[in-house]
Structures are given as C-alpha cells and as structure tokens.
C-alpha cells in the first residue's frame, strides 16, 4: 500500500468520526479515531515501515479539535 493511499484512509476515517461525533457524541468518536483507528495502524507500524513513516503525520489529526 502506498503512503497516498493510506493518507486517503485516514482522512476518511477521520470523516467518520464527525458523522460518529453527530450521531453519538464526543465520546464515541474520540474512542472510533483513537482506540479503534490509531491503535491499529500504529500496531501496523510496528511490522510495516510504510506504516512506521506515516505515523507521525496523521497524530495531529487526532486532536479534539480535529473532530
């Protein structure tokens, strides 16, 4: 997978999270970015170096203001 393509997905997922945060609240679309989303691609990044580059990139996305 190329570093666009993951960028791509996470911007996506981070889309999510807003239509999460209407729909659920604040709460539940921080625990969908954070604990579903990050989690699992910074666990990526432990095998994949691809990953590993792309990391430090998207942690700003995952301020409070973000959602």
Known sequence: MNV???HEIWI???EAAQDIKLRYG???AFDYVVAE???NFASAAS???EFAR???R???LVSMAAL
């Open 4 to 6: 666009r393509k993951m």
């Open 12 to 14: 996506e997922q981070c």
């Open 26 to 28: 604040l709460k539940a």
């Open 37 to 39: 989303k990050l989690l």
């Open 47 to 49: 095998q994949h170096s």
């Open 54 to 56: 792309e990391l430090p």
């Open 58 to 60: 998207c942690s700003p």
